[in-house]
């Protein structure tokens, strides 16, 4: 099966050669839209094209026109086949597989290039180059795609359009009349896309785009045809479909051929009348992941029971209007949005009205001045819906702030462990939190942030230790077995994050215990890295940063 992506931000184009197709590649004038439905319109995607076997008769695979000589493909197409040059006939214009196309001409292939390292029992290198026997004047409905130049990137969640004739559902062909379909998918991260599909078959030559809960995807006779994005009034080619696991199933990304990564090899196939080639770059609107994590004020390695102001600057203090105090803790994950547990919500109605919220940022003391604070109320309060109060499972709850955030050395957001994440035993973590520093003991005063460095649990040894049944998946563990160090009332919807590299990332959020700081009893935390469907989906814009 295969699929097609593509991402986008600052735009740079690169001239190749003084015949290069950068004045005319990506234009599609007869297409308007920002989403799409099944059937694609007349001349909507012009540098689609359809590939047949003269021999045979019928459509096998896409591809795309990218200069008015050449068609590029995916290698899979031909590899294995007794598919000829001679044979192959490229439809361009072409709307529908059956009945008249009023737009469409035909050419025949003079050679076909194979990409040399391409490799079939691991889709390595699944691209492709057909040589046009004469050349295509370019149309309204004919026109050539821009290609993503070497060192573009396509950050996780980048809207892409994905094209073709293939299959609408394992082995379900296209009804005639065989409309060109189309839909729109988001890129998946590499990490969490060889995670799900099989640890090391997805390699750097390629790029994933899907939805988690399916639905949507490439299949059986789209393969080798384009992912493409649009950055201004162009459209780039960031993918070739290639392969993928099932037709559109849940946890099952499509794999496509990273374009970026084969400019040289294109150029020095083509030689001449090159194609436009244009660079992307990771676009601050896309996600958080350039100012997440960041805590510019805190150096430390280990850490006293004060946190230094700062330290921990996407830390907030979640407080009632009509009690007037500190009752849980959170972590700011936008500049619009608090992640915090379900269970803060649950337990009193006093709580449960959004109205009722106030949320303080940049908070280093609940008493006396706090000069790099500041507050916002709440306009929605999002419980996940599976929470379970009796079991404590899918504690978590999202917090849609009144206005946005500015982000300043004191305030800024954590990024988030993303699906597929593991948190092994040992793992080093920090807890944060304005709690109790032991059972129903409160910080005194003027009630300083604590801080505190726990290792990981293996969630065995923790439903072993706290009652066989207790831990879920959804859950992660974290405490000293001899006790001493541990989260308690008042800590609930805080943060549990980890270092990776120089950015730091919430593991856990606060959730519930036996006791505080006693021996053989760990805190549970929510596992966030189950959640990233769940978030992606409450946010819809501007996604928090996920750190696989």
Excluded at 479 to 487: A, Q, R, S, V
């Amino acid at each position: 099966m295969q699929r097609l992506g593509c991402a986008a931000v600052t735009l740079l184009f690169l001239l190749e050669g003084s015949l290069c197709q950068l004045n005319v590649c990506g234009q599609a004038l007869l297409n308007p839209k920002i989403v799409g439905g099944q059937n694609a319109s007349p001349g909507a995607w012009p540098w689609q094209v359809s590939l047949h076997s003269r021999s045979a008769g019928y459509h096998f695979c896409g591809g795309s026109l990218i200069n008015k000589d050449w068609v590029l493909t995916a290698a899979h197409c031909f590899a294995g086949s007794n598919v000829a040059a001679s044979d192959l006939v490229v439809y361009l214009g072409k709307q529908t597989q059956q009945g008249s196309n009023l737009h469409q001409i035909s050419k025949r292939v003079t050679k076909v290039f194979l990409h040399s390292q391409y490799n079939s029992a691991t889709n390595d290198n699944d691209i492709a180059l057909l040589q046009l026997s004469t050349s295509v004047t370019f149309t309204d409905y004919i026109r050539p795609v821009c290609l993503a130049a070497q060192g573009s990137t396509f950050a996780a969640g980048t809207k892409c359009w994905i094209t073709g004739w293939g299959d609408i559902a394992s082995n379900v062909a296209l009804p005639n009349p065989g409309v060109l379909q189309e839909a729109e998918l988001p890129v998946v991260g590499n990490k969490l896309c060889d995670y799900l599909l099989g640890p090391g078959v997805i390699t750097s030559n390629m790029v994933c785009a899907g939805l988690l809960t399916g639905g949507k995807d490439t299949c059986q006779g789209d393969s080798g045809g384009p992912m493409v994005t649009k950055k201004n009034t162009a459209w780039v080619q960031a993918g070739i479909t290639s392969w993928g696991i099932g037709c559109a199933d849940p946890n099952s990304p499509g794999v496509y051929t990273r374009v970026s990564q084969y400019q040289t090899w294109i150029t020095n196939t083509i030689k001449s009348n090159l194609p436009g080639f244009i660079k992307y770059y990771l676009q601050c609107s896309l996600c958080q992941l350039n100012v997440c994590g960041r805590a510019p004020l805190n150096t430390r390695i280990v850490g006293g029971k004060n946190a230094t102001a700062g330290a921990w600057p996407w830390q907030v203090s979640l407080q009632s209007l009509y009690l007037g105090y500190h009752f849980c803790g959170g972590s700011l994950i936008n500049k619009d949005w608090v992640l915090t547990a379900a269970h803060c919500f649950s337990r009193s109605v006093t709580y449960n009205a959004a109205g009722d919220l106030v949320v303080y940022f940049g908070k280093q003391t609940q008493r006396g001045t706090n000069p790099n604070q500041i507050s916002r109320r709440v306009t929605k309060l999002v419980l996940h819906p599976n929470y379970n109060s009796a079991t404590n499972d899918n504690d978590i709850a999202l917090l849609q702030l009144s206005s946005s955030v500015t982000f300043t050395d004191y305030i800024r957001p954590v990024c988030l462990a993303a699906q597929g994440s593991t948190s092994t035993a040992g793992t080093k973590c920090w807890i944060t939190g304005w709690g109790d520093i032991a059972y129903n003991v409160a910080v005194p005063s003027p009630g300083v942030l604590q801080e505190a460095e726990l290792p990981i649990v293996n969630n065995n040894l923790c439903d072993y230790l706290l009652g066989p049944g207790a831990i879920t998946s959804n859950m992660v563990c974290a405490g000293l077995l001899e006790g001493g160090k541990d989260t308690c009332q008042g800590d609930s919807g805080g943060p549990m994050v980890t270092k990776k590299n120089t950015a730091w990332v919430q593991v856990g959020i606060t959730s519930w215990g036996i006791g505080c700081a006693d021996p053989n009893s760990p805190g549970v935390y929510t596992r966030v890295s189950q959640y990233q469907t769940w978030i992606t989906s409450t946010l819809k814009s501007n996604l928090p940063g996920f750190i696989v």
